[in-house]
């Protein structure tokens, strides 16, 4: 059965002043697509996403649309202007919609906050977790009635309940998505078409159409080709190494063809081995060695945020080795309670305890301690 095509990329490439992050790459989405995409930190996935969308232009290459076709873009981190209501947000999305009459939108912006499960659609946005911004991000695209939806990370900061609603959204109410995901459960689940960026492979891009495991599966069999198609050409290339070294003379046509057969194959097995080769940030974390039992500790802590109450009476312990994990739904104050243990907040009630010269990382939601005009070695420095 043909399949419209949606979007569709040819021979594009993208670069911010140094090495391409990708180059050449192409592909089309159909209707219909559901659309896992992966790749390494660093590959160009987001950016990818916001070529799709419009966001970026290309350096090189086309990316065309289907006439009138809808895109929805659901960014990492969703910006919202401060001060406004998540209806106020969602109804902004449908305003300049032509299509729609005054009833029709709010309408519209009724279902897409119900759909995201917004009980109270005059909650101001400076009071959302990370979790309900990501849900209202999704139900100001979904407002919009995308023929295609771009999600970039949707379940970074989503509990359970809300990667278990966004599942069932996109398998039963969209007709075409592409997501970036690093959550491979959800990708399983999700998904019924990979694509990865990645310089391992040939063209850059690599399909299979089917689930995730099936793209682990093909991606194996592929890189294992190409290890071996590698040792195949880089026995060639020694043979014809020692030919060139033993003297050939390019005097007749049949040498000269040999001669230049010899450097293209030079050529290919160094771009094949250049590719096989993926740089990593050569990060390492340590442990203080630090010998007391008791790193931090509070006792009979109420954890409040905005005048209402997180935790109560709470009584907890780190020591050296202790993992421990959060969990708890969207808004109910887990980013909080971190922000208490770090110091950034002072319990209503309690007391805290903290070891000698206790050394704290914290790693935060939006990453906004991080300065984003500074390179990667000044900002670890």
């Not at 991606?219 to 040792?231: E, G, H, K, P």
């Not at 080769?277 to 630090?290: H, P």
Request: net charge positive; glycine share 10%.
């Amino acid at each position: 059965m043909r399949r419209d095509a949606l979007l569709s990329c040819a021979g594009v490439t993208k670069s911010f002043g140094g090495p391409p992050l990708f180059e050449g790459l192409t592909f089309v989405l159909h209707h219909g697509d559901h659309v896992g995409l992966v790749g390494h930190n660093g590959a160009g996935k987001s950016t990818l996403l916001k070529i799709l969308s419009g966001v970026e232009i290309p350096d090189s290459g086309t990316c065309t649309r289907r006439k009138n076709v809808r895109i929805g873009y659901v960014p990492q981190t969703p910006v919202f202007a401060p001060g406004r209501s998540a209806a106020e947000i969602v109804a902004e999305a449908v305003a300049t919609d032509a299509r729609l009459d005054d009833h029709e939108r709010d309408e519209r912006v009724r279902l897409a906050l119900g759909q995201a499960g917004f009980t109270d659609p005059g909650v101001s946005t400076d009071l959302l977790s990370g979790g309900w911004r990501a849900r209202l991000a999704i139900a100001r695209e979904l407002a919009r009635t995308p023929d295609v939806l771009l999600l970039d990370e949707p379940t970074n900061h989503l509990d359970i309940d809300s990667i278990l609603w966004l599942e069932s959204l996109l398998r039963n109410g969209v007709s075409a998505f592409v997501v970036v995901s690093h959550d491979r459960y959800f990708l399983e689940r999700v998904a019924r078409r990979m694509l990865e960026i990645s310089r391992l492979h040939d063209s850059g891009l690599f399909h299979v159409t089917g689930t995730y495991a099936d793209f682990l599966e093909a991606r194996d069999v592929a890189l294992r080709n190409q290890a071996a198609y590698r040792d195949t050409l880089a026995g060639l290339v020694r043979r014809e190494v020692a030919w060139l070294r033993r003297g050939a003379k390019a005097r007749t046509s049949k040498s000269k063809a040999r001669i230049d057969s010899a450097e293209r194959s030079i050529e290919q097995l160094a771009d094949s081995r250049a590719r096989s080769v993926v740089s990593t940030a050569g990060i390492e974390f340590t442990s203080s060695g630090r010998k007391t039992k008791r790193l931090w500790s509070g006792e009979a802590l109420r954890v409040a945020f905005d005048g209402t109450t997180i935790v109560d009476g709470l009584d907890l312990l780190l020591t050296p080795g202790m993992r421990l994990g959060v969990l708890g739904p969207n808004g109910s104050g887990k980013t909080t309670l971190l922000r208490t243990i770090v110091g950034e907040i002072t319990p209503a009630a309690g007391t805290i305890k903290r070891a000698e010269a206790l050394r704290v990382v914290y790693f935060a939601q939006n990453r906004d301690v991080l300065d984003p005009g500074l390179t990667l070695k000044r900002a670890l420095a």
